[in-house]
């Protein structure tokens, strides 16, 4: 396989966990925390293909989303 092509799966498989993960924050909140871990899934994802492609912005910006979101979740239950 092509390193284009494994990264294009990537970046839709990233993709779609992102939009499923976005529909259970959005319809399911009482489903907390799985919506926001879905959604790092697919974050932590697109940062592989970030940095596959060393692109600077979405390397900061999926890399901030996954900290915020682990923090979040730490202080949540009590680690901060």
């Known amino acids: 396989m092509s390193p284009a092509l ?3 799966i990537l970046k839709w498989i990233a993709t779609s966990i992102l939009c499923i993960g976005s529909y259970i924050v959005s319809a399911h909140p009482d489903a907390y ?3 926001p871990l879905v959604l790092f899934s697919g974050g932590c994802v697109w940062l592989i293909v970030a940095i596959r492609w060393k692109e600077r912005a979405l390397i900061i ?3 901030a989303m996954c900290s915020i979101t682990i923090f979040g ?5 009590g680690y901060f």
């Not at 979740?73 to 239950?77: D, G, Q, R, S, V």
């Open 6 to 8: 494994v990264d294009n």
């Open 33 to 35: 925390p799985v919506g």
């Open 61 to 63: 910006t999926n890399g």
């Open 73 to 77: 979740l730490l202080k949540y239950y």
